[in-house]
């Protein structure tokens, strides 16, 4: 059962083509630009650099005593720390999931020395 039964005939040339799905185009994503996801990954990792700087410079002057008032801005950066150390160790560090360089290069030689 469709809903084409229940247009009628004149319609069916213009509204008919509206009850078909689709398929929708493919949009261009970073993964099938390798280079285009090498600057999004700079200018991330730029940006949380500087963000991570940021938060350790409020929550180093708080834990001196040196605010002489705690803003709402103090408070988002204090609470900031954890979250972007997070990310750094989950996307940019080497023990993110994916990272691979430190992995021998032949897993299928046994390790050690060899026997006579």
């Known amino acids: 059962m469709t ?4 247009v009628s005939a004149s ?5 008919g083509n509206i009850f078909r799905m ?6 261009q994503t970073a993964r099938r630009h ?6 999004l990954g700079l200018v991330a990792g730029a ?9 350790l410079t409020v929550t180093v002057a708080w834990w001196r005593n040196e605010l002489q008032a705690m803003h709402a801005a103090d408070w988002f950066w204090i609470l900031l720390l954890p979250v972007l150390i ?6 940019f ?3 993110r999931p994916d990272c691979r360089p430190c992995l021998p290069e032949d897993r299928h030689t046994p390790s050690g020395p060899r026997g006579p």
């Open 86 to 91: 997070g990310i750094y160790f989950r996307f």
């Open 47 to 55: 940006l949380l650099f500087l963000a991570v700087i940021q938060s």
């Open 34 to 39: 390798p280079v285009l996801r090498a600057v």
């Open 3 to 6: 809903i084409r039964y229940f």
């Open 22 to 27: 689709q398929p929708a185009k493919t949009i």
């Open 93 to 95: 560090s080497i023990f």
């Open 11 to 15: 319609c069916r040339l213009c509204c």
